[in-house]
T-cell receptor
Framework: EPEVTQTPSHQVTQMGQEVILRCVPI?????FYWYRQILGQKVEFLVS????????KSEIFDDQFSVERPDGSNFTLKIRSTKLEDSAMYFC?????????FGPGTRLTVL | GNSVTQMEGPVTLSEEAFLTINCTYT??????LFWYVQYPGEGLQLLLK?????DKGSNKGFEATYRKETTSFHLEKGSVQVSDSAVYFC???????????FGAGTRLFVKA
């Protein structure tokens, strides 16, 4: 069964550094998303992406965040200058418009 | 706005007990409803879904029925196993929407 994959599974970085989280969505899906889950809290929507542009974004998704689909298979989330409060599990998802399928997540730890 | 409310946990049950996790929602339009499960140290897995009123989603012995009149989508299982221990998230995706709205999650512990 096709699935969403994410790399790395765990990323540790120093505050102020840039990080790029990578995702490979399900191949025939056209809608892509990033969510995050701070430890023990709700899963929160960050951004959705369709037709090479952002469809919707939350207030969390400020100028420090950006997304890109650099080629036909990858979908990336970049955080330009990480803060301590960016420490969370980041989930990528893709959909066929009816159901979103989530990847296993990348745990980001900012020190 | 759209929101999902689910019962607080943790819920602790003995093996073979009956499980109910309550979920209610607020939405404009006609959302699709989902239950996702997160096993310890893992990501979110789709457990079941229902796309319209009176639909019943089912998978791995779990069931939930989309009740428009009560705006609910309660998760049930007749006989839980230790391996069902996880966090369960109720969620909705509104018609034409781009984001899934999640409930806070309910942690389930099943004792042998």
């Amino acid at each position: 069964e096709p699935e969403v994959t994410q790399t790395p599974s765990h990323q540790v970085t120093q505050m102020g550094q840039e990080v790029i989280l990578r995702c490979v969505p399900i191949s025939n899906h056209l809608y892509f998303y990033w969510y995050r889950q701070i430890l023990g809290q709700k899963v929160e929507f960050l951004v959705s992406f369709y037709n090479n542009e952002i469809s919707e974004k939350s207030e969390i998704f400020d100028d420090q965040f950006s997304v890109e689909r650099p080629d036909g298979s990858n979908f990336t989330l970049k955080i330009r200058s990480t803060k301590l409060e960016d420490s969370a599990m980041y989930f990528c998802a893709s959909s066929d418009r009816l159901t979103q399928y989530f990847g296993p997540g990348t745990r980001l730890t900012v020190l | 706005g759209n929101s999902v409310t689910q019962m607080e946990g943790p819920v602790t049950l003995s093996e073979e007990a009956f499980l109910t996790i309550n979920c209610t929602y607020t939405a404009t339009g006609y959302p699709s409803l989902f239950w996702y499960v997160q096993y310890p140290g893992e990501g979110l897995q789709l457990l079941l879904k229902a796309t319209k009123a009176d639909d019943k989603g089912s998978n791995k012995g779990f069931e939930a029925t989309y009740r428009k009149e009560t705006t609910s989508f309660h998760l049930e299982k007749g006989s839980v196993q230790v391996s069902d221990s996880a966090v369960y998230f109720c969620a909705l995706l509104n018609t034409g929407g781009f984001k899934t709205i999640f409930g806070a999650g309910t942690r389930l512990f099943v004792k042998a």
